[in-house]
């Protein structure tokens, strides 16, 4: 049996909370007691070993305290070492596993962080560990950074088990009143994940321009808002003249009657929910808009609605728009990632735009590498 790509990285999440019995989704560390606390650290996506090595010496300073999950002693691990110099202090884990599944060299040379007399043994504390879920015994100290190689470390570089990983680190070290600066991870999928999202208030603003003639695509940027009037003023610069849209949660019909203004009548826009009075009562309300009864996550459904309506010449939507109750607030964050794959995959959109409080944070959150280091490289004139 196939497993649909945004069901397995369901799955990983859920093997990963049951195998540590711990049902608790760590996405952001609500502070609503104490104030005083401060926010949760950014997550730093690395796409490459290089970039990981660029990130270390940028985030990473003399006598930090770091916690590296995932560390095969190679070149990654000597920077790291040296950029910490002799005050600082290096915990590396990783989970035993054959030479012949890991791509390691048997020959590596771990003399530098393991023998008596190699340079960084007293500035390290290593250990291999039999099973994944022993990491949080050995993450017991408050640390400055976090480094974490998904691959290397979960066995997968979804974007899922990376951030359920690293906000769990984030909110133990809270949970104790520390707060690391920042979580650094190297995952592809996390990165690409991050260079999508765009902060709802960087497009109303203007500090971000997205283009209404980029090709659609089954990884479409991802713009998280907040209210449904943020939510709404999005539509000018997003949604074009002749696009075909639909909004996923359309409730009673408003956002959708804005999107079919916008399309005009060379386009196409339409309302799905899973509430047949909800629809009703849209349907009544702007009857010159279509409104299905769709529950969304049967994205199937979704591309049934254009066909219904005579629309045939091509498969998916140009802007999908989503405002599913239970993903708007600040939990379920990875429910929403869930969907927005669902959605993507099915519709390939140029851009989703979805309501969700849990979402923007992390569009304030999680930060490309890559877009930290063009801009160094632009002010300072470094190649890429």
């Not at 990783?94 to 007293?122: I, M, W, Y």
């Not at 309300?285 to 219904?308: G, M, R, S």
């Not at 979805?354 to 890559?370: E, G, P, V």
Request: with cysteine.
């Amino acid at each position: 049996m196939i497993i649909p790509r945004v069901r397995y990285s369901l799955l990983v999440y859920l093997l990963l909370m049951v195998a540590t019995q711990k049902l608790r989704v760590h996405a952001f560390p609500s502070h609503s007691t104490k104030s005083s606390l401060p926010s949760p650290p950014q997550i730093i996506a690395c796409s490459s070993p290089t970039e990981l090595q660029r990130a270390i010496s940028f985030y990473i300073k003399e006598g930090d305290q770091v916690l590296e999950l995932g560390s095969q002693l190679t070149d990654t691990t000597q920077h790291l070492c040296q950029t910490i110099g002799s005050n600082g202090k290096a915990t590396l884990i990783d989970v035993k596993r054959k030479e012949a599944t890991t791509g390691r060299s048997s020959n590596r040379d771990t003399s530098l962080f393991l023998s008596e007399n190699g340079e960084f043994v007293h500035r390290v504390t290593y250990k291999e560990l039999e099973h994944f879920d022993q990491w949080r015994s050995y993450a017991y100290d408050n640390f400055d950074v976090m480094i974490l190689d998904a691959g290397t470390m979960i066995g997968n570089d979804l974007h899922l088990s990376a951030l359920t990983l690293a906000n769990e680190f984030i909110a133990n070290q809270m949970e104790k009143d520390a707060c690391p600066r920042v979580v650094i991870v190297k995952s592809k999928t996390l990165s690409n994940l991050a260079r999508r999202i765009i902060h709802s208030q960087r497009l109303l603003d203007g500090t971000t321009i997205v283009s209404k003639d980029i090709e659609r695509s089954c990884d479409p940027l991802v713009v998280p808002c907040v209210g449904v009037n943020e939510y709404r003023r999005t539509i000018p610069f997003l949604v074009k003249e002749g696009d075909e849209a639909i909004e996923v949660g359309s409730h009673f019909g408003r956002t959708t009657k804005m999107l079919h203004d916008a399309v005009g009548k060379n386009g196409f826009a339409a309302g799905v929910d899973i509430g047949p009075k909800i629809i009703a009562n849209a349907k009544q309300q702007y009857p010159d808009v279509p409104f299905e009864v769709v529950d969304a996550w049967k994205t199937l459904e979704l591309l049934k609605v254009k066909i219904k309506y005579g629309r045939n010449d091509s498969l998916g939507y140009d802007v999908c728009y989503a405002d599913i109750g239970g993903l708007s607030g600040a939990n379920g964050l990875l429910e929403s990632l869930s969907l927005l794959d669902s959605i993507a995959k099915a519709t390939e959109p140029r851009t989703i735009v979805i309501k969700s409080l849990c979402m923007n944070r992390l569009a304030s959150q999680l930060i490309a590498f890559s877009s930290v280091w063009n801009k160094i490289s632009s002010k300072s004139g470094l190649n890429s």
